[in-house]
């Protein structure tokens, strides 16, 4: 008997690779609504309509790798979507304040950013440190936040400086803006895998008494979960600002959700301790192009959303299915 | 022994912390005192129409939040996200089965509870059979009910409450006390009765606590746990119908408003998320709780923007009171 | 390296008293045993020095100086490492990370160094490479791994502290023999290297084997301490229970009873996940033991016929009737119980009062809808007396009581409407003597009465000294039948390892 091998040899190969990479029955599910998206609509493969895509969805990305770093470690936050409106009500107000120009923007940006990091730093201190259950701690904060953006910013409407959109919106030696800041978020998450505190999370995750029995520090942990996920959700916000180029109090309500369904899309278990950040970059792409697809296939307008919601679940229950069944 | 001493003295002491572990008990205490400011910063707050006012709002989330509470009971993180369509989506159908005559509400009664089940029914499936986790199957299904609640609202009106249901909500019926008063305190008695006194009740909580124990002592879980996300629907259905009358006509998403307040109230309740433990006797009060102090911020002078911060605020504190995990470190 | 010494440690949860006054010196170089009974308050001991639990008095010295844990972490800047009972391992992390947790290797202080993270692992998977069995490697998940190899994970990840001072409660639990025998190895080796070691076991064959001295804690009292080689087994149960024992664990085998009474459960060909082409049959007022090494397809065995897990072939008669049993409901209704001797997981419904925790079998088996307490009450009554439960009312939750007295509330539960068959699944596991003794001694009547039992026990004394008969298992299968004066421990031992 030699026990020592490499490899778990003894596990098929597939299972042993969606083990690996949990995002591969996302990846699947994508590639398959890309080719449904190109028969409908050949247009919808081009460059324009994919870096359209891109814009419209690239806050959702942002907003659901945020939440998977609380997921990560077994908790959830109903308060992306807050968060995300906030930041977008704080730096619209700020870079409107300072003049809109381009120290102004990146000033403004910085400022959102660490409004971010502080949101998440209350939710942290009220579910890792108070020990308030996720759900409805995060729900609370959420209202909290609301009123914080309403109080910023009392009705939508004021615009984005023309710089700001402009960029985002622009192109860079041929390249969309887009296309960088996607590419950078891909470094990035790719980074972080290999980070301790990933690592460390999803031990958590799995178990967070024997985690902290194993000597781990799990509140330091899920807490710093919670900053990177506020810190992610202001990233959001920054796109979002740039799409659509206003300011809106309630403008991430009902983006919280969908970050939600976007994890889960991605191959994470909410349960903690498994999945990946890059899953959930492809969950908010399997969500835009069910939208898509809905309206190439011609829905009419009234039953579109009946049909998205649908297609949606049908994503999750069969996400969740073919993870698990490989996954045995 | 030890165990016989400390069971015994357990029972016989009666110190104030342990007066402040009952949630029922701080529930109610808060809500006298939220009544007593209310009255100070406005008075009249806590007169008799206002209060009763307040109690037909609660009632309408006390229903909501029992379907809530028996499916968090159930464990497994149990959560139904999907009340919130069903209230909408119940209030239309509601409104259109009755389109305003008394004729149609006993048809409408059925209408709405059935098909509350129906999709209750498809979460249960969906959680056991499957084995979605609750909180994505009905957050699935939530957007599936909002999509079809823009396809219904396109064909046809939203429809009238029949005036009986009508009165019967909002008008004393019994003992100066609305219907739908004595409808909730009914449904208290019988939730109260269904856990404490059927066997249904005791596999809840088996299943809520173990289910790997439960199911090894011979208790049907999955046929359980998909009948409290039936229960679930059919509550929401309920309370849809109830809402049409209290607001006369339905509104866009109106159901919306009661999703996660419904599970808040469980939680101020005393049941917490993970199953297993608490009862609707706390819900209740936690849906009292949680609308007295939504009337509170709405008599107070200030902006949307302070009532916001001032609700999530104090649903933080809230819960600071019995809403909390254990320490790691015991 | 440490000399640690614990005075008068103290720990209650509310009223409960779970350590009353825990006294122990722990030397550098020694092995030092830690026994009692179930909820003596040896664990609490050591989580206290681990840092999970917070002590209400007390104190820690390391030698000789004044300590204060505030926590795990704590614990192991203070040099302390310890093996946890319930294990604390992330399941979906692999060896060499769990192995290495919480402390992973950095590269530039934010990446995990993942050449010295396998270096580690290889390190300690090393030493038990050639006993930890199948599927066993450093980037394995522990998801994966048999109950035995996360235990071997555990004792990695304490071994992989270095800490001088080493605290392993109960390590050996599902452990077999090689891996033991391996595992007693490196702990010489870690005494010679002058590593003081806390060891606790329930077996005194192991605390024998690799204790130098052994403190024995009664009811949350460390009650005295003694040189292994100056004590033997029955002063030291004698200890323990602090009166005369009726040494369940240590008697000679009884007369097998002459049983010639017709099969209540007979298994012909039965093969599944675990085992294959099993057969045997049980008869009224028989206890039918299985043995072998753990985990050679016992519990599979029994968790098939009562319709756990599903089964490949084979057929089941109970009372001379053909049966397909599909769910353990199925199987209640057929008349068979099933006691398991993980109770956290398989028995207790946690936090819910003793009622609720007895009553479910009598509801299924009633076909019952509504609850009258007052007539359940009266129906328990009975079998938990006859058990010798010590509780304080029905309406306390039954996590107030100790380990033996909860299994006993959940042996309960399946007695109050009589079974044909029990099958007892490592029943004892876990549970203090005085407990074991007052089962066996209920089993056996039940037996007489006309039971067919099926017994299953991790521990040879416990199965020679009950079980009329002896199945032994090797690898999923029967490999020989132990009958009358054939029931010796030797024999035992021989089937168990033949072939293995």
New interface residues.
């Given amino acids: 008997m030699s026990a020592i091998e490499t490899g778990t040899s003894q596990r098929p190969g597939l299972a042993a690779l969606v083990e690996r990479f949990p995002f591969l029955p996302a990846l699947v599910i994508l590639l398959a609504l890309l080719a449904l998206n190109g028969w409908f609509q050949p247009n919808s493969l081009g460059f324009r309509a994919i870096t359209g895509l891109i814009s419209t969805y690239l806050a959702l990305m942002m907003l659901s790798v945020a939440q998977t770093y609380v997921v990560y470690a077994g908790d959830v936050d109903l308060s992306v979507g807050a968060i995300l409106s906030l930041v977008n009500c704080v730096i619209i107000v700020l870079m409107e304040r300072w003049g809109g120009g381009g120290i102004a923007v990146l000033m403004a940006c910085a400022l959102g950013i660490l409004t971010g990091l502080a949101c998440g730093l209350l939710n942290g201190f009220v579910v890792a440190v108070l020990r308030l259950q996720a759900i409805v701690a995060t729900f609370a904060t959420s209202i909290f936040f609301t009123g914080i953006a309403l109080y910023v910013l009392p009705v939508a409407g004021t615009p984005a400086p023309t710089i700001y959109w402009r960029t985002y919106g622009g192109r860079f030696f041929e390249i969309p803006f887009v296309f960088y800041v996607v590419a950078a978020l891909a470094i990035v998450l790719v980074m972080a895998t290999r980070a301790r505190l990933t690592t460390q999370m999803l031990a958590v995750g799995d178990d967070a008494f024997k985690a902290f029995q194993g000597g781990l520090p799990v509140t330091a942990i899920r807490l710093k979960g919670y900053m990177l996920c506020g810190v992610f959700s202001a990233l959001a916000a920054l796109c979002i600002t740039g799409d659509t180029a206003s300011g809106d109090p309630l403008v991430g309500g009902a983006m919280t959700l969908y970050s939600v369904a976007a994890v889960v899309l991605g191959g994470t278990a909410l349960s903690g301790g498994r999945g990946s950040v890059v899953g959930s970059v492809l969950g908010a792409l399997i969500i835009g192009l069910i939208s898509s697809l809905v309206f190439y296939v011609g829905t009419p307008s009234q039953w579109q959303n009946l049909v998205q919601g649908l297609a949606i679940l049908l994503a999750l229950m069969l996400g969740v299915m073919v993870t698990r069944r490989v996954q045995r | ?11 016989s ?1 009666f110190s104030l912390t342990n007066l402040i572990r009952q949630p029922l008990l701080v529930a109610l205490v808060l809500i006298v005192l939220l009544l007593a400011l209310g009255e100070m910063l406005s008075p009249g707050f806590a007169s008799p129409q206002q209060i009763l006012r307040l109690l037909i709002v609660a009632a309408l989330l006390g229903i909501v939040a029992a379907g809530q509470n028996l499916v968090i009971l159930g464990g497994r ?1 149990g ?1 139904d ?1 999907s009340v919130g369509g069903i209230v909408s989506l119940s209030a239309i159908i509601a409104g259109n089965v009755m389109n305003g005559a008394d004729s149609g509400i006993l048809p409408a009664i059925l209408a709405c509870v059935a098909a509350g089940a129906l999709f209750g029914t498809f979460n249960g499936i ?1 959680v056991t059979l ?4 609750p ?3 009905t ?10 609640l ?2 219904i ?3 046809v009106p939203s429809g009238r409450a029949a005036p009986a249901l009508s009165e019967f909500v909002t008008r004393p019926f019994l003992l100066g006390l609305p219907g739908i008063i004595w409808l909730w305190v009914l449904i208290g008695l019988l939730m109260a009765f269904l856990l ?8 809840v ?2 299943i809520g ?2 289910e ?9 879980v999955r046929l359980i746990r998909i009948s409290l996300f039936t229960l679930s629907g059919a509550f929401a259905g309920l309370a849809g119908l109830c809402l049409i009358g209290y607001a006369g006509s339905s509104f866009a998403n109106v159901g919306e408003l009661y999703m ?1 307040p419904s ?2 109230a469980v ?1 101020l309740g005393g049941t ?2 993970s199953g ?2 608490g009862g609707y006797t706390g819900t209740m009060a936690g849906a009292v709780l949680l609308v007295i102090l939504q009337s509170i911020l709405t008599t107070i002078n200030i ?11 104090t ?2 504190v809230l ?2 009171f019995y ?8 | 390296m440490s000399n640690l010494t614990i005075r008068g440690a103290r720990k209650a949860y509310g009223a409960t008293v779970a350590l009353r006054r825990g006294d122990l010196d722990l030397r550098e170089g020694e092995v030092h045993v830690l026994i009692g009974s179930n909820g003596s308050g040896k664990s609490t001991l050591c989580k206290i020095v681990s840092g999970s639990v917070r002590p209400d008095a007390g104190e820690v010295l390391i030698d000789g100086k004044t300590v204060s844990i505030d926590g795990p972490r704590a614990a192991r800047a203070l040099g302390l490492a310890t093996f946890y009972q319930e294990l604390s391992l992330a399941a979906h992390r692999t060896v060499a990370e769990n192995i290495s947790l919480p402390e992973l290797p950095g590269k530039g202080g934010f990446f995990v160094d993942r050449e010295r993270l396998n270096g580690i692992a290889e390190r300690y998977i090393r030493r038990f490479a050639d006993v930890a069995g199948e599927g066993f490697s450093a980037d394995a998940r522990v998801e994966h791994l048999r109950e035995d190899q996360r235990q071997l994970v555990e004792i990695m990840k304490t071994l992989a502290t270095e800490a001088p001072i080493l605290i392993f409660d109960e390590p050996t639990s599902s452990l077999d023999r090689s891996q033991v025998e391996r595992f007693f190895e490196v702990l010489r080796e870690l005494k010679a290297q002058g590593r003081a070691i806390i060891f606790i076991s329930h077996r005194m064959d192991e605390i024998f084997a690799i204790g130098d001295r052994v403190t024995v804690i009664r009811d949350g009292e460390t009650v005295g301490t003694s040189l292994i080689s100056e004590t033997k087994p029955a002063s030291i149960i004698h200890q323990m229970v602090g009166e005369s024992e009726l040494a369940v664990t240590n008697g000679a085998p009884p007369a097998a009873a002459e049983v010639k009474t017709e099969a209540v459960l007979s298994v012909a060909g039965l093969s599944a996940k675990g085992f294959v082409n099993v057969s045997f049959e049980v008869r009224r007022g028989e206890i039918l033991g299985f043995g072998g090494l753990h985990g050679q397809g016992q519990s599979a065995v029994l968790r098939s016929i009562f319709g756990v897990n599903p089964t490949d072939q084979g057929t089941i008669h109970i009372k001379g009737e053909k049966r397909t049993i599909r769910s353990p409901r199925e199987a209640i209704r057929c008349g068979l119980a099933y006691i398991s001797g993980d109770r956290g997981r398989d028995g207790v419904v946690h936090g819910r009062p003793i009622l609720e925790n007895v009553t479910p079998i009598h509801f299924l088996r009633n076909k019952l809808s509504l609850v009258r307490p007052g007539s359940l009450r009266e129906r328990a009554a009975k079998p938990l007396s006859a058990l010798k439960t010590r509780f304080a009312g029905y309406d306390q939750p039954v996590n107030a009581l100790s380990g033996g007295n909860q299994q006993k509330i959940v042996i309960a539960r399946w007695l109050i409407d009589r079974p044909d068959v029990l099958l007892l699944d490592d029943p004892t596991k876990g549970i203090d003597l005085q407990a074991k003794t007052d089962l066996f001694a209920l089993i056996r009547s039940l037996a007489a009465e006309g039971m067919g039992i099926v017994l299953y026990s991790s521990e040879d004394a416990e199965l020679l000294a009950n079980a009329d008969r002896i199945l032994v298992f090797n690898s999923g299968s029967v490999s020989r039948e132990l009958t009358g004066a054939d029931r010796t421990r030797y024999n035992l031992y021989h089937a168990a390892y033949e072939a293995a």
């Fill in positions: 022994m030890s165990v016989e001493a400390a069971g015994k003295a357990e029972a002491r993180e959560i996200l969906g499957l084995r979605i986790p909180l994505v199957m957050l699935g299904m939530l957007g599936v009910l909002q999509g079809l823009v396809v609202r396109q064909g404490r006194r059927t066997v249904f009740g005791y596999r909580y088996a606590s173990n790997q124990a439960a199911f090894l002592a011979g208790v049907p996660l599970i808040i939680v917490p998320l297993g433990k902006d949307e923007s302070g009532r916001q911060m001032i609700f999530g605020a649903l933080l819960m600071l809403g909390r995990g254990r320490a790691m470190r015991a």
